[in-house]
């Protein structure tokens, strides 16, 4: 009898010990990153400045400015340019010209595709608009520079007055 309950002491240390190896072979262990949420737009460093040609009865451009937008949010970001006023002279807010906001997408990076809404768009002082405003929208994560030009809009050089005229670009971006 002894020796039975030695044997079967046995098996049971021998199981014990072959269950306590196996179950040392497989472990798991997880890891997780948490990814903050990201939405912004960076507008150019410099504010802009040209001289009119007063012998021209062009519009004036002034040169493309790179925005860079960026949204890492699941369904993308809509991103919106915005005039506050039409050109607006600085000493006799009474003069105005119109301005013009033309919008692209320069070079896109990440799975987002992104897409020009409303492209061109102008205010009309002369009819109350004082807001040109142009959008661009993406499907995913992703950033996007975008080329914003604007164009200071003009008929007859005589019929402008002399100083200087401003209006002020906001771009704003939400989550889709």
Do not use: C, H
Not at 50 to 61: C, E, I, K, Q, R
């Amino acid at each position: 009898m002894k020796k039975f309950a030695w044997s079967l002491m046995g098996v049971g240390a021998f199981l014990v010990a072959a269950q306590v190896a196996q179950s040392a072979l497989t472990d798991n262990q997880k890891f997780t990153v948490t990814v903050a949420k990201n939405v912004s737009i960076t507008a150019p460093v410099a504010d802009q400045s040209v001289a009119m040609d007063p012998n021209s009865n062009s519009n004036v451009s002034f040169p493309a400015q790179v925005w860079n937008v960026k949204g890492n949010t699941l369904n993308g970001v809509s991103v919106t340019f915005s005039t506050d006023q039409a050109f607006t002279n600085t000493t006799d807010n009474t003069y105005k010209r119109d301005a013009q906001l033309s919008l692209a997408t320069a070079s896109s990076v990440g799975p987002a595709a992104w897409t020009i809404g409303t492209g061109t768009d102008a205010t009309n002082y002369a009819g109350g608009d004082g807001v040109a405003t142009v959008t661009a929208s993406s499907n995913k994560p992703g950033q996007a520079n975008f080329n914003l030009t604007v164009d200071f809009l003009t008929v007859d050089a005589s019929e402008v007055a002399e100083g200087s005229y401003e209006t002020t670009v906001t771009g704003t971006v939400t989550e889709n």
